[in-house]
């Protein structure tokens, strides 16, 4: 008996080339599988925080307490500002400007319909925003007139529909004589789009006033940034808008409502050290930081006796992120990286410039500590602990080349998020690939465990933020399903997860001889195993590098299993583990075959 033990190094290499790796053997692909003290170990599940499900595509997520120790989760999606309070969630978004009278008797409804159609004289509504209607006396055709609803139809300035949760049990016109409708925050785009307009294309080009059929500008996504502020919150949700303050003394039940002063922007960021709130894109200069004074919302005009300010970048055409750290906020262009730091005195904050660098790739491209940032570039990712470098990253083309895994969609760049999750030294990103308009992907770098230890999976989630003061991390999906992250056992909510570790080929000695793989002897750790619910181990064998792959059918694996009997024969030996189940959890330790050298050579 000769035994051989092949331990894969930790991390997987998708961009090494399968069938060519020499020792030490490595991973070449995987799905949601992580590394532990060097180690392969299946993620935890996730299952749903609450029944309810958040409004719209949530792109950004904070958590926060309040004095009185209640926990609060804000959400912002492309719809809504919305607020996550003891499982149950409410609805916070601004209004936006005041209300608009609805016309005497405005309200019309058809038997059996659950259509309502309100006459309002220049109502300004668009489809898919919300409008507030109060002063409605009594019902009209057994419907609630009051409340918040969401508008179907804007045919013109006079009327629009929206879609009641019953059928009327009349056709009938009322409301009464003072009606309002109050606009809420009109909805931002969901995903990047085109712009198919006449004005897409340069002087000259093709018939004015008609749509082009091609186009290079992108609308972007609605991107909410929001910060704690005490046990307050503030909110931007991007796109030159406003800055929104909710306070928590007021309950969920009341809305965020516009920050006095504050100027026009593109995204905000709250410095606890000094308690300034910043801005970025201020005032419609995509390069323009402006700040208010110190400990205050409302004060933006510097004077003597206060310290509000602005600062312009001049490396680059816009500021697309910026993350703050313990002493500093790094901001980027769209070709540098600068230091911002709070110094105080005449010049409030200091700005060096780090270096030129990749640009980020969108505003939520950012993961990190309070001691480094690492940010997605455009076929690379970045880091910063003092100085600025790229990183190493073995699965780097099967994140951004599409002829070598499921790449990237550009187009969407504004959709991707950077996480981290310090309980096991990670950080990482959410992705859409080539193929989706929507966040598929997820690519996660093991910083404890060295400068090449990543792992990669199929995950959609829109909004991750680690644990701070919940208990898991939590994470929200394309449907606004909120989930707690971490979870041993939870499966996807119930429902299996896929998880798979694939090495590439390793010689079996120095690869100089053939052997037959008689015994495979497995080292690893399950819980909740039982005969329905197995790992699969499944073993490959190569004569040569570049020759056929043979192969034994898959065994299942429980915790009683000792070895596998294989029938594979050849110079290089690979494996792959992977299991389907809700419950089911693994690490993978050593993996030892019983193998023979056969006389014959070949």
Request: hydrophobic share 35%; proline share 4%; with cysteine.
């Amino acid at each position: 008996m000769t035994i051989v033990a092949l331990q894969p190094r930790a991390g997987i290499f998708t961009d090494d080339a399968e069938g060519s790796n020499d020792r030490p053997l490595k991973f070449v692909d995987g799905n949601l599988v992580r590394f532990v003290s060097g180690k392969a170990e299946t993620i935890g599940g996730w299952q749903a925080k609450t029944a309810s499900q958040f409004s719209g595509k949530v792109r950004a997520l904070m958590s926060s307490s309040q004095l009185d120790g209640t926990r609060n989760i804000f959400a912002g999606s492309h719809s809504h500002l919305q607020v996550l309070t003891g499982g149950t969630i409410a609805d916070i978004t601004p209004v936006s400007g005041s209300p608009v009278a609805i016309g005497t008797d405005g309200v019309s409804v058809t038997s059996g319909s659950p259509t309502v159609t309100v006459t309002s004289s220049g109502h300004g509504l668009v489809v898919g925003q919300q409008v507030v209607v109060a002063g409605a006396s009594g019902t009209v055709g057994s419907l609630t007139i009051n409340g918040a609803h969401t508008v179907v139809t804007s045919a013109d300035s006079s009327t629009y529909t929206y879609t009641d949760g019953s059928n009327a049990s009349a056709s009938a016109t009322g409301g009464g004589a003072s009606m309002t409708g109050q606009k809420i925050l009109e909805p931002g785009a969901a995903i990047g789009t085109f712009e198919y307009g006449y004005g897409v294309l340069g002087y000259g080009e093709s018939t004015w006033d008609t749509a082009r059929s091609s186009s290079d500008v992108i609308l972007d996504p609605r991107v909410w940034s929001i910060e704690s502020y005490g046990e307050d919150a503030l909110a931007c949700p991007g796109a030159q808008g406003a800055v929104y303050h909710w306070d928590a003394t007021n309950g969920t039940t009341t809305r965020a409502v516009a920050v006095t002063g504050a100027p026009p922007c593109n995204f905000i960021v709250v410095n606890p050290a000094s308690r300034h709130l910043i801005t970025f894109g201020a005032d419609g200069d995509p390069m323009k930081i402006r700040w208010a004074s110190q400990g205050t919302l409302t004060t933006w005009t510097a004077s003597a006796t206060n310290d509000a300010g602005d600062i312009r970048l001049l490396d680059g055409s816009e500021i697309r992120a910026a993350k703050r750290l313990k002493s500093e906020i790094l901001i980027w262009t769209d070709t540098s990286v600068y230091s911002f730091r709070y110094v105080g005195g005449t010049f409030v904050f200091s700005l060096t410039k780090l270096a030129d660098a990749a640009p980020v790739l969108g505003q939520q491209a950012v993961a990190g500590s309070d001691a480094f940032a690492v940010w997605m570039s455009d076929g690379q990712f970045q880091a910063y602990d003092g100085t600025v470098r790229s990183l190493p990253c073995p699965v780097l083309r099967h994140v951004f080349d599409a002829d070598r895994g499921p790449g990237i969609n550009l187009t969407q760049r504004d959709l991707i998020i950077g996480f981290s999750n310090a309980e096991y030294g990670e950080v990482g990103f959410f992705y859409p690939s080539a193929s989706s308009d929507e966040i598929d992907r997820v690519v996660v770098w093991n910083f404890t465990s060295g400068p090449d230890v990543w792992w990669i999976g199929e995950l959609s989630r829109t909004a991750y933020i680690d644990r701070a003061i919940e208990l898991q991390p939590t994470g929200v999906d394309a449907n606004g399903t909120v989930y707690d992250h971490e979870i041993p056992g939870a499966g996807d909510n119930g429902s299996p997860i896929s998880y798979s570790v694939q090495t590439g080929g390793a010689f079996v000695q120095q690869g100089e001889d053939l052997y037959h793989v008689r015994q495979a002897i497995p080292d690893f750790v399950l819980t909740d195993s039982n005969a329905s619910n197995a790992l699969s181990l499944q073993f490959f064998a190569r004569i040569f590098p570049q020759g056929p792959e043979t192969s034994d059918s898959p065994s299942s694996i429980i915790s009683t299993t000792e070895v596998i009997d294989t029938r594979i024969t050849g110079r290089q030996i690979a494996w792959r583990a992977s299991s389907n189940s809700n419950q089911l959890q693994w690490r993978l330790g050593t993996i030892r075959f019983d193998v023979e050298q056969l006389d014959a050579a070949r």
